[in-house]
């Protein structure tokens, strides 16, 4: 997709990178929520079908869930993950284009928490920290020697405040102090 864009040597390249290249969503499946779960592939039906009606878009919301399947880290996505980074960055670079890539802050690399992250760190799977705290470990082990490559997700470590809109993303304060 990089080389889609129109870019002149007077440009700057920043990507920041982390939390959907580990593989937190993947692998999993749809199956029916309660008592549709009995009935065989009815998530995958109601996938399909649901973008051809708004009633059927919210059956598929009622009665459909995801279910993670594996409770580690992704070390294949992860793998691809820096092989994309890595050629990204030959790219540009042969272009002469600066680029940083920015590992950011989560939920799961903030430290301390307060209760409102606690409480949001709740309403995802439990696996998911485990799962952060491996990957982010294993980018910044591949990826802590080159040049282009920062570590910025601590950056709201000891900050009070609300910062971010799930766990992955983060509300206008907190792309302010990226920024």
Not at 23 to 34: A, E
Not at 36 to 63: M, Q
Request: contains cysteine.
């Amino acid at each position: 997709r990089i080389k889609l864009l129109n870019l002149s040597k007077s440009d700057v390249v920043l990507v920041l990178f982390g939390d959907n290249d580990i593989g937190i969503n993947s692998p999993r499946k749809i199956v029916g929520r309660g008592i549709f779960r009995a009935i065989p592939f009815w998530g995958k039906l109601l996938l399909v079908l649901k973008s051809h009606s708004k009633i059927l878009n919210w059956i598929f919301l009622e009665t459909v869930e995801y279910q993670y399947t594996n409770s580690e880290t992704n070390a294949s996505l992860l793998g691809n993950t820096i092989s994309n980074y890595l050629q990204i960055g030959e790219y540009l670079k042969s272009l002469n284009i600066p680029v940083c890539f920015l590992l950011q802050p989560n939920l799961y690399t903030k430290v301390p928490t307060s209760e409102d992250e606690i409480r949001l760190k709740s309403t995802y799977p439990k696996h998911w920290e485990q799962i952060v705290v491996s990957g982010y470990q294993t980018l910044r082990d591949s990826l802590r020697t080159k040049a282009d490559f920062l570590d910025i997700s601590e950056v709201f470590n000891d900050k009070s405040g609300a910062y971010f809109l799930d766990w992955a993303h983060v509300n206008s304060i907190g792309n302010e102090i990226i920024s």
